[in-house]
């Protein structure tokens, strides 16, 4: 099967977004930066009173829910724009026996059993090469083929987390 892709900026911070979003401890992180952002609302408007002013709601609220997705914007943007490779055409050759990558500067041969696992989001295929670096495939540029690369990984012995047929 033969993918070729090009990742686009806004396409490459979406999903950065979405990989940090998903993780608990960011989504709890999320709710109390929320809570604390309501009650911070409250004060300024007078439904709550207090003597001091709330400053670990108000410091926290804005860290939260302000900070760190700007963060993680600004992260993503730089990630992009200084890994040229990202910014590339990329033609990716799976099979059962391996994953071949090529390119405009680059190529390379991944096997199955040195995969770490493939997980499967909305608009994406991530190849996990260990816990931290993946190689991204968007499901647009797969098109119909997304079923047929879903039976190749289940035919390997690795982990995956993949979306029903």
Do not use: C
Not at 133 to 157: F, M, T, W
Request: hydrophobic letters at 40%; proline letters at 2%.
């Amino acid at each position: 099967m033969r993918i070729e892709t090009k990742i686009e900026l806004k396409d490459y911070i979406k999903l950065m977004y979405i990989l940090t979003y998903r993780r608990r401890g960011m989504l709890f992180a999320n709710i109390m930066g929320l809570l604390l952002f309501t009650f911070t609302i409250m004060y300024f408007t007078g439904i709550i009173e207090s003597n001091e002013f709330p400053w670990m709601p108000v410091v926290f609220s804005v860290l939260i829910v302000i900070v760190m997705p700007v963060s993680v914007y600004f992260s993503a943007k730089k990630n992009y724009q200084t890994h040229s490779r990202l910014q590339e055409k990329v033609i990716y050759e799976i099979s059962e026996e391996n994953i071949n990558i090529t390119g405009e500067s680059f190529s390379s041969e991944m096997s199955w059993n040195k995969t770490y696992k493939v997980v499967e989001l909305k608009d994406w295929f991530l190849f996990y090469q260990n816990k931290l670096v993946a190689n991204i495939i968007p499901k647009e540029s797969i098109g119909d083929h997304r079923y047929k690369l879903r039976e190749i990984v289940k035919n390997q012995n690795i982990k995956n987390k993949l979306k029903k047929n």
